[in-house]
């Protein structure tokens, strides 16, 4: 439930409370809403002790809530300030979280934009392998994006009028947020399957392969959410479909979720098995080992990758740990596109051979149009020479690329 929700609400019981019950005169301080809690009159010298904010309720666990109390004291001059404050008495990690999460969805979305720029930019990195990853990327950009419209349409004023709102705008943006959380598990999946696929089939139609995941990726995400939106629109309509108090319904979009992550969780483990048994068997070579080796250990750092630490409150319910999952989902799930991009893009083998490859090509060109152009600077500016210029440009750089390859190549 959204924060200024569960405070309006709050509010709306004490008003009625304040007004079944009249002033009483034997009572020195008279009802009171701080705008968090609603204290009750009480006689001079009494101190009214209560839980915290019914607000903190859905980030704490039942016992943490409980033991959560806040007090003020009924003085001569009136209420005393709160002891001790609601600051050190409750969750105030929130706004933390929220700022964390922030600048995780920042940081994946500026790393993802540069890798997408990458793989589209060079020609050489065009594959069905890299076209999943730019997929998943896009899902992931998509996912941030979601986020950052979401909080500035249902929470950019600090009152509550969105707990009341059912605007088209508002159900569109919750539309559009479910199915960007929807398709990034859905790639994160193929993702998984994709590997799997690569090391138990030796040959596979990658193309035709493609296509399916094109559908499961983008268009499975598209018949769930558009089943949720129908069952709200019918069943559930209220607010802006930001609460999600109707189980049954709320399943349509958590199942999938869940299902994919479990998915996932089973085809990690084929993966490491296979791992296992090709570095075990007597036919691997010395450079399929190693390129088995390298797999390995890239297959233990996609963990977080495949969503499987989600496993951990995959199925545990809603009320308990809800600090850790706020945490998890929230705050270290913001950074898994800047873990995604690392993986897949900027420590990617091929990507850094081309860019170093693409950079040594620049700096001769320059190297050797600057030099041209002190030498015989009317070259620079004939055009009747200009294709001469092109030519010995393009001998340098390809002496200097032979040579360059000649040198990484090992002696026999």
């Known amino acids: 439930v959204p924060a200024n929700c569960v405070i309006k609400r709050e509010q709306e019981k004490c008003m009625e409370m304040m007004a079944l019950e009249y002033n009483n005169p034997e009572f020195d301080c008279p009802w009171l809403w701080d705008n968090l809690t609603c204290w009750q009159p009480a006689r001079l010298g009494e101190v009214v002790e209560v839980n915290c904010p019914e607000l903190f309720s859905q980030f704490m666990s039942e016992e943490d809530y409980e033991l959560g109390k806040v007090s003020r004291n009924c003085t001569e001059f009136g209420w005393s300030d709160i002891f001790p404050h609601y600051i050190d008495a409750s969750p105030h990690h929130l706004q933390l979280l929220k700022a964390l999460y922030t600048v995780g969805y920042s940081t994946s979305l500026v790393s993802l934009t540069t ?71 859905f790639w994160l999946f193929i993702e998984g399957l994709y590997l799997f696929t690569l090391l138990v089939e030796t040959f596979f139609p990658e193309k035709r392969y493609f296509y399916w995941y094109i559908i499961i990726g983008w268009g499975t995400p598209t018949v769930c ?5 129908v069952l709200r629109l019918h069943f559930d309509d209220i607010g802006c479909w ?9 399943w ?22 296979i791992l296992v048994q090709k570095l075990q068997s007597p036919d691997i070579g010395g450079n399929e080992s190693s390129i088995y080796l390298r797999l390995a250990r890239s297959t233990l750092l996609l963990i977080p990758l495949f969503g499987i630490h989600y496993t951990v409150f995959a199925f545990s319910p809603e009320n308990v740990s809800k600090r850790e ?3 998890f989902e929230l705050g270290l799930g913001s950074f898994q596109g800047f873990v995604v991009a690392v993986l897949y893009c900027f420590l990617n083998g091929e990507v850094q051979s081309e860019i170093k490859r693409k950079w040594r090509s620049w700096t001769v060109n320059r190297y050797f149009a600057v030099d041209l152009k002190h030498r015989h600077p009317s070259l620079a500016s004939s055009g009747v020479n200009g294709g001469t210029q092109l030519s010995i440009l393009s001998k340098s750089s390809s002496q200097i690329r032979m040579s360059s390859l000649q040198a990484e190549t090992p002696a026999t």
């Open 242 to 250: 930001d609460m999600n108090d109707h189980a049954a319904i709320w």
């Open 325 to 327: 999952r706020l945490v």
């Open 225 to 229: 959410v558009t089943i949720w939106a």
């Open 115 to 185: 890798a997408m720029v990458i793989l589209c930019r060079f020609r050489k990195l065009h594959c069905t392998r890299n076209f999943i990853h730019m997929n998943l990327f896009v899902s992931f950009i998509l996912r941030a994006i979601s986020v950052f419209i979401k909080d500035g349409v249902l929470y950019a004023k600090e009152d509550s009028e969105h707990c009341f709102i059912h605007t088209l705008e508002c159900r569109a943006v919750m539309i559009f947020f479910h199915y960007c959380v929807l398709s990034n598990y």
């Open 252 to 273: 349509v979009i958590k199942g999938p979720v869940l299902a994919s992550i479990m998915v996932n969780f089973v085809l990690f483990i084929g993966i490491i098995i």
